[in-house]
Nanobody, 127 residues
């Protein structure tokens, strides 16, 4: 079992930065690929939107086109933590951000491929 707790969300002006953290419990974290997803409040019936993924050892990452060049995903397996550095934030980045763990070495852009989820952290970007 892996339990995930996100932190670092908040209110920021457009153009600003935030760093999200996802702390994981469980002995298997270092062998889990991780992902960040988001869901805007005005889209409750929609599938969670892929943001970024990272492989078990950090050797492979991928990003949604909408965040490429602005967001950076990283991980520290010694601290069982994955990060999402978000720069040049835009109002359309406003959403609840979730981290997720997958019982495989490689990541996926599809939420159904993940086995564990955190409760989410709210990010609000004002214009």
């Amino acid at each position: 079992q892996v339990q995930l707790v996100e932190s670092g969300g908040g209110l920021v002006q457009a153009g600003g930065s935030l760093r999200l953290s996802c702390a994981a419990s469980g002995r298997t974290f270092s062998s889990n690929a991780m992902g960040w997803f988001r869901q805007a409040r005005q889209a409750p019936g929609k599938e969670r939107e892929f943001v970024a993924l990272i492989s078990w050892n950090g050797g492979s990452t991928d990003y949604a086109d909408s965040v490429k060049g602005r967001f950076t995903i990283s991980r520290d397996n010694a601290k069982n933590t994955v990060f999402l550095q978000m720069d040049s934030l835009k109002p359309e980045d406003t959403a609840v951000y979730y981290c997720a763990a997958r019982r495989y070495y490689s990541g996926s852009a599809y939420p159904d491929d993940y086995h564990y989820w955190g409760q989410g952290t709210q990010v609000t970007v004002s214009s």
